[in-house]
């Protein structure tokens, strides 16, 4: 499988770390912060989606201001922490490393920020490995630039046709992202989607765990 293609588009949440602790415990945070009550929190929250989403699911009634607050407030909470619990999953660095060490062009495509991202990069110590990391804010600082459009942005940037392009993620998202670029997609099943819901969006590939991706 490896050898069939030259550039890997990897998600991070969920997909090379595991992040959710420390996310979940930013927006309890956030909302304990500005007095907010959120009884749907646990039914609304996942890792992966951007922030408005999250913060419109869980407010859908209040402003468009006031959801920004929330969206303001939890990147402080997340974004400057100093203490983040997040690990990568067993096996991926040696995936990673493995992809670098045959030469082929890695990328990260993420709804993560890019402070953040850079920070849990040089925390996995994967920063030497990246090609290029594509994240909402790269040229928007309203962070209006969704998974389908950061990764059409690394097709871009690659300098290969999408048919050598594989993109590997834990969500929906991930996948959908991939075949609105007509490039392949490969779904890991250790993130925050069942196996069940990411075969309902025919990946091109699917793996367990780390070893089978290098198998």
Same mark, same amino acid.
């Given at each position: 499988m ?76 997340y ?34 920020r ?16 990246s ?15 969704? =998974?389908? #459009?950061?990764?059409?942005? !690394?097709?871009?940037?690659? +300098?290969? /046709?999408?048919?050598?392009? $594989?993109?590997?993620? *834990? ?7 991939? =075949?609105? #670029?007509?490039?392949?997609? !490969?779904?890991?099943?250790? +993130?925050? /989607?069942?196996?069940?819901e $990411?075969?309902?969006? *025919? ?13």
């Open positions: 490896i050898d069939r293609f030259e550039v890997f588009c990897f998600d991070f949440d969920g997909t090379i770390g595991d992040t959710e602790p420390d996310i979940r415990n930013a927006w309890l945070k956030a909302l304990d912060k500005l007095n907010w009550t959120a009884d749907n929190f646990d039914e609304v929250f996942r890792v992966g989606p951007p922030l408005q989403v999250t913060a419109k699911a869980l407010f859908p009634d209040k402003s468009d201001e006031e959801r920004e607050l929330l969206q303001n407030t939890y990147k402080h909470f974004d400057d922490c100093d203490d983040h619990v997040a690990q990568p999953y067993p096996g991926m660095i040696q995936v990673l490393q493995k992809l670098h060490a045959l030469g082929k062009r890695v990328y990260i495509v993420t709804n993560k890019g402070k953040i991202l850079h920070k849990m990069m040089k925390r996995f110590d994967l920063l030497k490995i090609h290029g990391m594509f994240f909402p804010d790269i040229a928007d600082k309203d962070n209006h630039i969704f =998974k389908n #459009n950061l990764l059409a942005m !690394a097709i871009r940037s690659c +300098g290969f /046709s999408a048919e050598k392009v $594989l993109m590997i993620g *834990d969500t929906v998202l991930d996948i959908r992202a991939a =075949k609105v #670029n007509n490039c392949f997609s !490969a779904a890991v099943t250790w +993130g925050y /989607s069942s196996r069940e $990411l075969l309902s969006v *025919d990946p091109d590939y699917i793996f367990d765990n780390a070893e089978e991706f290098l198998s």
